[in-house]
């Protein structure tokens, strides 16, 4: 069996539940134990991809040199 996880809007969740029934798909609501729900980056990777986005970065060609380089 597969997991997945959806993300679905509000205004469709029904259909979407209806459909997923009619397929014979278990329906599993997420707690809060053990999982993170917040998929909120902290702030060293929010700084990473603005760095990114501004091009601050250097682009990957050589795996090898990459490691030596670190």
């Known amino acids: 069996m597969t997991t997945?996880?959806?993300?679905?809007?509000?205004?469709?969740?029904?259909?979407i539940k209806q459909l997923l029934k009619e397929l014979?798909?278990?329906?599993?609501?997420p707690t809060n134990e053990g999982c993170d729900l917040d998929h909120t980056p902290n702030?060293?990777?929010?700084?990473?991809?603005?760095?990114?986005?501004?091009?601050?970065t250097k682009r990957i060609t050589d795996l090898k040199a990459f490691f030596d380089g670190i």
């Not at 997945?4 to 029904?14: E, G, M, R, S």
């Not at 702030?43 to 601050?56: F, L, P, V, W, Y």
């Open 24 to 29: 014979d798909v278990k329906i599993v609501t």
């Open 43 to 56: 702030t060293e990777t929010i700084k990473a991809i603005e760095d990114a986005r501004k091009g601050k």
């Open 4 to 15: 997945l996880t959806i993300q679905v809007p509000d205004k469709k969740a029904n259909l």
